[in-house]
């Protein structure tokens, strides 16, 4: 096609891969009357986007689905054809913006996608996401095929194939990304470009830092970060009784979703929320959110940068490790596919998922066991290069994927 294509775009709320996907000048985006669609649906304009009657396509963000979450498997059936009907090429695109690697919807949703776009990563074995394994797994073995989900909830082959790999998180600390997600969010044209001369210094320091190597970084790990994952708590408790020394803390208000406990993605009981928070206190762990700056500066100070497992398995603080040249420690992501691979001894260190092996690991590293100053130069090489050629990132992860439907 040589014009843009339009598209339908039905949301309930705001989505970090949504602004992304709004960088594209092959896509035109529009809203569409709800109305129209039927079923009861309410899907609010949050980007104030110009309505249309007709869209070539739709594209179903990942907050779409806690709209029709009532529906029946047949009246869910009903609505992609009436979204099929009012489309004038009757695609559907789902885009499942979800923090984790796991998909994050029954399988009647995805039956009705023509593609489906994964954000973060893609399991190298598709078998995988019949299993429970991740940032929700019990057994916190990533990657192992332990606990099968019930009938109900495993994907057919046909579903599976049609998974297509998109961004990860951590292009959100790109200037240039953060500048579209604002203006798409109606900041005003003054907010904006305050921040992103911010933004924009923020890095240009980052740079001058890296090359003058300060301020001088310790050989000490460092986690800090919000308590949205009961292991970001359980590797702190590890690393402390073991004696490996760092700068660890839980930063932020109190939360009462904190994944990786029995309750799954439910709010917590009142009690367990004091009684998890107990622990960390014990520690003398908690402390305040800290501004941006204060908190680059904390991370240029340690060479190990810890980034566990929160809501999903990667985070900004991956791209924060690389950005800063100091070197990332993470679980083990080898059985996933991403658009700017993690590999360990290259621009990582890989810990196992239960973390039972991070404190000899960094024991390991401290002593020399690995090439440092390696890993943090590819790990900074890699990264600059990914986010140099946005446009190329926008065709890979989304632009190539629906073209080949139309």
């Known amino acids: 096609m040589n014009s843009p294509v339009k598209v339908g775009f039905l949301n309930r709320q705001g989505n970090l891969f949504s602004e992304i996907h709004f960088m594209s000048k092959k896509f035109d985006f529009y809203s569409i009357d709800a109305a129209r669609i039927g079923f009861d649906l309410s899907f609010p304009n949050n980007y104030s986007l110009p309505e249309i009657e007709s869209p070539d396509i739709f594209l179903l963000d990942s907050t779409f689905y806690s709209a029709i979450e009532r529906l029946s498997d047949t009246e869910t059936g009903l609505l992609f054809e009436r979204l099929r009907k009012l489309s004038k090429l009757g695609k559907i695109v789902v885009a499942d913006g979800r923090d984790q690697f796991a998909l994050n919807y029954p399988p009647k949703i995805y039956a009705h996608a023509d593609v489906i776009l994964k954000t973060n990563g893609v399991f190298k074995d598709k078998e995988l996401y019949n299993y429970a394994t991740g940032a929700l797994s019990p057994s916190k073995l990533w990657g192992q095929k332990v606990e099968l989900k019930p009938p109900s909830e495993r994907y057919s082959s046909t579903i599976l194939d049609k998974i297509k790999l998109s961004y990860p998180c951590m292009l959100a600390l790109v200037p240039r990304v953060r500048a579209k997600a604002r203006a798409v969010l109606g900041f005003t044209k003054k907010d904006r470009l305050t921040r992103y001369a911010g933004d924009m210094a923020l890095q240009a320091t980052t740079r001058v830092l890296n090359r003058l190597d300060l301020p001088r970084a310790a050989n000490l790990p460092l986690f800090i970060g919000a308590l949205n994952h009961i292991q970001r708590l359980e590797m702190i408790e590890m690393l402390t009784q073991t004696n490996v020394q760092g700068h660890y803390k839980i930063a932020g208000a109190k939360k009462n979703m904190i994944w990786g406990t029995e309750y799954g993605k439910q709010k917590l009981p009142d009690a367990v929320v ?8 014990e520690l003398s762990l908690t402390s305040p959110k800290l501004s941006k700056a204060a908190y680059m500066l904390l991370l240029r100070k340690y060479l190990f940068i810890l980034s566990p497992v929160g809501y999903g398995e990667l985070c900004f603080r991956h791209g924060e490790a690389w950005q800063n040249q100091r070197v990332l420690v993470c679980q083990d992501l080898s059985h996933v596919e991403m658009m700017l691979p993690i590999v360990h001894n290259e621009n990582a260190l890989f810990c196992k998922s239960d973390f039972s092996d991070l404190p000899k690991l ?21 990264w600059n290069s990914f986010v140099r050629d946005l446009d190329s990132v926008l065709y890979q992860g989304f632009e190539k994927h629906v073209l080949e439907i139309l």
Do not use: H, M, S, V
């Not at 004091?274 to 206190?281: K, M, S």
């Not at 960094?362 to 890699?382: H, P, S």
């Open 274 to 281: 004091e009684q998890i928070y107990g622990r960390a206190n």
């Open 362 to 382: 960094i024991r390991d590293a401290q002593a020399g066991k690995y090439n440092l100053r390696a890993i943090q130069a590819e790990g900074y090489n890699r």
